[in-house]
């Protein structure tokens, strides 16, 4: 999986997300500290939003995209805090590598 947080996004940059969510964008994303984004196959995608929203209280969304692997991508919205804590259980969760998230 791939990993990144962008702290204090652009309006621009929440306005691509929101076009992208998988929820639609008739529910725009309010304001956000910080968006982290996690880019993986569907069935670590899946795993990992159950593992961030029992973490810490942040909005998991699902990011349209096309891609041949079938790799997916989510965004973690939240505060800063939040979403770093959230991360941090998703890569110690991967770390481990046991098949029960």
Do not use: H
Not at 27 to 32: D, F
Not at 40 to 51: H, K, L, T
């Amino acid at each position: 999986m791939e990993y990144r947080i962008i702290k204090s996004p652009s309006q621009g940059t929440l306005g691509i997300l929101n076009r992208r969510k998988g929820s639609g964008n008739t529910s725009p994303i309010g304001p956000v500290d910080a968006v982290g984004l996690i880019q993986g196959r569907i069935i670590e995608m899946v795993c990992a939003a159950d593992v961030a929203e029992k973490a810490v209280g942040v909005t998991v969304e699902d990011i349209k995209g096309s891609c041949p692997q079938n790799m997916i991508m989510l965004a973690i919205f939240g505060d800063t805090a939040s979403v770093e804590a959230a991360m941090e259980e998703i890569k110690q969760r991967e770390k481990r590598g046991t098949e029960e998230w």
